[in-house]
């Protein structure tokens, strides 16, 4: 394993939020100092000095089919292509709810979903939808992970509950053998084992949901 830091690298930034892999097998980074890109021998990097990034703190990353990078800051979204062209969208022109964005993910048919501090969105490349409705997510808990799993299904989780979006309605998750509250840090889909998600919580307890059957298990 190599470890990559500023004393034999050129990162642009210890303060990693996001990472990706594009495919090129580029590794994309969000950092609090811009874009980096690693392409095995050397890094790239992007800010608001010398690019069309939008924010230098770049909360989330996700990269799509055609090799473009989605960029989410506090300063809305950026479609970077990867060579030079940039495009932001923010909520002037977009209808989004907020321009502060936590998480992005792309799904099976390619629709970039966007969580930003007051709502969830998504892009299909010409449209922009906001996901409207009760959505249960209490605004007062910080959002800390976002993902959208391999049958299209939007899971979010705060520093108290974990929340999934089936299409039509939003819900929070029922786990089970849970108790109490827990701080969902991170949540990660399974594709192969079909809606197995992995939620990773501060005090280090990891649960499975979902699968065959549909269960929680905590590892």
């Not at 100092?33 to 790239?44: C, K, M, Q, Y």
């Not at 959208?148 to 979010?156: A, L, P």
């Not at 949540?187 to 979902?210: C, H, M, S």
């Amino acid at each position: 394993m190599t470890i990559y830091d500023k004393s034999n690298s050129d990162i642009p930034n210890l303060i990693i939020n996001d990472i990706a892999v594009n495919n090129n097998g580029n590794v994309v980074i969000g950092t609090n100092f811009g874009l980096g890109i690693f392409n095995g021998d050397t890094w790239s990097k992007y800010n608001k000095f010398n690019s069309g990034n939008p924010n230098n703190i770049v909360k989330s990353v996700a990269t799509d089919s055609q090799g473009n990078i989605w960029v989410g800051t506090s300063s809305g979204i950026a479609q970077f292509d990867g060579e030079e062209t940039w495009t932001v969208y923010k909520k002037a022109d977009t209808g989004l709810a907020s321009d502060d964005v936590f998480g992005l993910d792309i799904d099976e048919q390619g629709n970039v979903w966007i969580c930003t501090a007051d709502g969830v969105a998504q892009y299909d490349g010409t449209a922009w939808k906001v996901i409207t409705g009760d959505t249960a997510i209490p605004s007062e808990h910080e959002i800390l992970s976002f993902e959208v799993d391999s049958e299209s299904n939007v899971w979010v989780g705060n520093d108290n509950c974990l929340f999934h979006y089936n299409g039509a309605a939003w819900k929070e998750q029922e786990t089970g053998i849970l108790t109490g509250r827990d701080t969902w840090s991170r949540v990660a889909d399974f594709p192969d084992a079909r809606a197995f998600l992995r939620a990773v919580t501060v005090n280090g307890k990891i649960y499975f949901i979902g699968g065959r059957p549909s269960s929680t298990v905590q590892m």
